[in-house]
T-cell receptor, first 111, second 116 residues
Framework: QQPVQSPQAVILREGEDAVINCSSS?????VHWYRQKHGEAPVFLMI?????EQKGHEKISASFNEKKQQSSLYLTASQLSYSGTYFC????????????FGSGTQLTVLP | NAGVMQNPRHLVRRRGQEARLRCSPM?????VYWYRQLPEEGLKFMVY????????ESGMPKERFSAEFPKEGPSILRIQQVVRGDSAAYFC??????????????FGPGTRLTVT
């Protein structure tokens, strides 16, 4: 089953913060976050494993709440380069081989 | 270390023709995945292959679509008798071998198929 991402779209000014959520109705082993710019390939950001760990990548961090089967991606002090569509991919098998992606959250950062 | 390579980047086919999409995984990667993306939509899993084996093709349409990953050479996604609804971006991804469940999938630049 496809995870649900929210919001579908968000517009920010440079320097503002944003949170993108990814929820699943099924138990997950891990959540994978990607960013895709228009016309380009998705680029890997990070993997969150069950256990509620939090990871960071520059000013982008994420958490995974195993009880809620929800992951959140935090973008702080957003930069123009953060613009793009963010996808979460969920893994229910534990192998990280078969991912089910959400429909994406379109993030636009304005100067 | 070259990334995942896909060719062609753009492919135009008339209805009824065959489309062949190629994917060369990153060096050292033995797992290949194919995804389809319609405009303004997410990535839909199609098939997961290892060398000479199809592991999971649950996302692949039952007819007209096939995939292979031979011992030598790239992985190929073949679409026979294409229809307008096949128009989409097709992405290939690869990941390294192993049994742990934390492997990143690295995506290629995609092949944009247009059926006229």
């Amino acid at each position: 089953q496809q995870p649900v991402q929210s919001p579908q779209a968000v517009i920010l000014r440079e320097g503002e913060d944003a949170v993108i959520n990814c929820s699943s109705s099924k138990a997950l082993y891990s959540v994978h976050w990607y960013r895709q710019k228009h016309g380009e390939a998705p680029v890997f950001l990070m993997i969150l494993l069950k256990g509620g760990e939090q990871k960071g990548h520059e000013k982008i961090s994420a958490s995974f709440n195993e009880k809620k089967q929800q992951s959140s991606l935090y973008l702080t002090a957003s930069q123009l380069s953060y613009s793009g569509t963010y996808f979460c991919g969920t893994d229910r098998s534990g192998s990280a081989r078969q991912l089910t992606f959400g429909s994406g959250t379109q993030l636009t950062v304005l100067p | 270390n070259a990334g995942v390579m896909q060719n062609p980047r753009h492919l135009v086919r008339r209805r009824g023709q065959e489309a062949r999409l190629r994917c060369s995984p990153m060096k050292g990667h033995s797992h290949v995945y194919w995804y389809r993306q319609l405009p303004e939509e997410g990535l839909k899993f199609m098939v997961y292959l290892q060398k000479e084996n199809i592991i999971d093709e649950s996302g692949m349409p039952k007819e007209r679509f096939s995939a292979e990953f031979p011992k030598e050479g790239p992985s190929i996604l073949r679409i026979q008798q294409v229809v307008r609804g096949d128009s989409a971006a097709y992405f290939c991804a690869s990941s390294p071998p192993g049994v742990q469940g934390t492997y990143e999938q690295y995506f290629g630049p995609g092949t944009r198929l247009t059926v006229t």
